[in-house]
């Protein structure tokens, strides 16, 4: 429902609507409006002041080039440009879009564990929900100082349990060929609990009757599932998606975290393949202080968000069903 | 139903059970066992932590790994700080979000279309675009490593605003007009009559922005550089790099920053899950 749609409406039945609901459609202005600006002042200007004059000022910065003695000198498109030409924005681009994939990969994933927890009659579901919710609740610098360890190439636990399969354990946070993995992993992790709880939320949403003609019409178990359960399921699936992508765009502190060293993460061999769009703006505005370049690869960011909730808002026609 | 009429399945039915249990009681191990392996280690010797194989439980329980983090770290300072932010976020957003979100879902102004495209546009921006003129702002008012500084850009949420007015316009109108009929102003109205109804809505966006607040680490990075003044997060990003090999120590300091928000999510289990859900069917 668009902002206008629902905005609108009240005002288009007025006319047409006799008697007691007419009574409170009052045109706008008197003192309604009066307090309506009241109730959204606070909000309006802390928003303002915070964050929407900030979008303005970075836009201006993504212009300029910072001197060496503070001030901004406008330089025009030069931040852009560098951009294209530099490597490490192009590999930042790709590893933030192969995370954002892999991420949007553990949907079906959290589906699956729904489906199996919104059995009939499921002992334990509750406390399965609970357990699996618990990464969600924990703070991500502890997730990764913990996946950390448990990824060490000499003392971590998963080359230990590997050992014991026989298969030989790596340095997963210092491999450039797994490190992406390996973070994507986590995140996989810590999320998986909360589109688990927004799914069993939409599945117990879905009639009974649903299923019930599905068993009288002798329909399987993968049928009834890619026939009923997922069709309306697909606005939590939908919405789902929306997050997942807008978060994992913009994912810092599991890479932040994962690559730091002592001497910076400049000593983890693996950050070039792990470094996220987030980190490296976080690393050319606030290490090296080049404010401009910072400003313009947040934009890079933004159009990053903007152009794939589009893509995602137009399949929506296709696949979303609202009921 | 089913099992009445069709007998034949029951033995299937109850393979395909125990399968369902097995599939999620290797899910939860994968869950939890990571916390599990926290604590433990957490509980060992340095040079335990270090042996190959491993060794399961502490040879020796080393509870003094806890009293040295908060040697290395102002932890109490970090915890009372981390509490306040929150706090102080959490109750101003559920001030601020819903009034406007109220007058966004029920009252008519001039400019309420405009006003509203804004707000969502701050929706899909990263929060990497408001960093750098929030630190500068933060700096001008001289509130780098303050209570205020780390609150304040907090407040103000769009996101709170947008669930807030979902919430709202999906109430019925029928008391809110009656007590209209009756006299009561719109700020009258909204706080007798819809915000408790709306209680609900407050809960999900309580658990989200104490749960965002609690976890949130870019930001608190950048505007406090005095360990005494940060919140647990980036205190204990401060802890990885001195202790960058003692993961003994680093897991007691991870098990005492999270176990706040464990024990919150143990003791408000169900909330917690309403109001996530809430979330998806509102969203």
Request: net charge positive.
């Amino acid at each position: 429902m668009s902002a206008a749609d629902t905005l609108a409406a009240p005002a288009r039945d007025s006319g047409s609507k006799p008697g007691g609901r007419a009574i409170r459609r009052r045109p706008p202005g008197g003192s309604e409006q009066g307090w309506a600006y009241l109730m959204i002042a606070p909000m309006t200007i802390g928003l303002a002041v915070f964050y929407l004059w900030p979008i303005a000022q970075m836009f201006y910065y993504s212009f300029t080039k910072s001197g060496p003695f503070g001030g901004q000198t406008w330089i025009g498109t030069a931040n852009y440009h560098a951009l294209v030409d530099e490597p490490s924005v192009v590999q930042a681009v790709v590893n933030t879009l192969v995370y954002t994939a892999i991420q949007l990969a553990g949907i079906p994933l959290a589906v699956l564990f729904a489906t199996l927890l919104n059995q009939r009659g499921l002992r334990g579901r509750s406390i399965y929900r609970a357990l699996y919710f618990l990464p969600v609740v924990t703070m991500p610098v502890a997730v990764a100082m913990l996946w950390r360890w448990m990824y060490n190439g000499d003392y971590g636990v998963i080359n230990y349990l590997l050992s014991m399969v026989g298969v030989r354990g790596m340095h997963w946070a210092a491999d450039p060929s797994v490190a992406l993995y390996a973070v994507a992993a986590i995140g996989i992790w810590m999320s998986l609990g909360y589109n688990l709880v927004i799914f069993l939320a939409g599945l117990q949403g879905i009639p009974a009757e649903y299923y019930e003609a599905a068993a009288i019409d002798g329909s399987g178990a993968a049928r009834t599932f890619l026939r009923i359960t997922v069709p309306l399921l697909s606005p939590s699936i939908f919405f789902a998606t929306i997050l997942t992508m807008i978060n994992s765009l913009q994912m810092f502190d599991l890479a932040y975290m994962m690559m730091s060293t002592p001497s910076g993460a400049s000593g983890n061999p693996a950050l070039p393949r792990v470094r996220t769009i987030a980190y490296l703006f976080y690393q050319k505005a606030f290490v090296e202080h080049d404010l401009g370049f910072g400003a313009a690869i947040a934009f890079v960011l933004l159009g990053f968000i903007l152009v794939m909730t589009f893509i995602q808002f137009r399949l929506q026609k296709r696949w979303v069903h609202y009921g | 139903m089913a099992d009445g009429t069709m007998p034949g399945r029951r033995p299937m039915r109850h393979a395909g059970r125990v399968a369902t249990h097995v599939v999620l009681i290797v899910g939860a191990v994968v869950m939890v066992g990571p916390f599990v392996w926290q604590l433990l280690t957490s509980l060992k010797t340095f040079s335990e932590t270090t042996r190959v194989p491993p060794t399961f439980l502490p040879r020796r329980w080393q509870w003094s790994n806890y009293s040295h983090v908060f040697e290395v770290l102002p932890l109490g300072d970090m915890f009372r700080n981390t509490v306040l932010m929150t706090a102080g976020r959490t109750l101003a957003q559920l001030v601020f979000c819903s009034l406007a979100a109220y007058a966004f879902a029920r009252l008519r102004f001039r400019g309420n279309n405009l006003l509203f495209g804004l707000f969502l546009s701050v929706l899909m921006v990263p929060s990497q675009l408001f960093l750098i003129p929030q630190y500068v702002i933060v700096q001008n008012l001289g509130w780098v490593n303050t209570l205020p500084g780390l609150i304040v850009p907090g407040m103000f949420s769009a996101f709170g605003t947008f669930l807030l007015r979902q919430f709202f316009l999906a109430l019925p109108r029928d008391m809110e007009e009656a007590a209209r009929l009756d006299g009561a102003n719109p700020l009258q109205v909204f706080w007798h009559v819809a915000l408790p109804l709306a209680r609900p809505g407050l809960l999900a966006l309580t658990i989200l922005t104490a749960l965002w607040s609690w976890n949130d680490l870019m930001y608190p990075l950048v505007v406090t550089t005095d360990p005494a003044k940060m919140p647990l997060s980036a205190g204990l990003a401060t802890l990885q790099g001195e202790h960058f090999t003692d993961y003994s120590i680093l897991m007691a300091g991870s098990a005492l920053a999270t176990a706040p928000m464990i024990v919150a999510f143990i003791l408000l289990q169900r909330h917690f899950i309403q109001g996530i859900a809430f979330t998806g069917s509102k969203g």
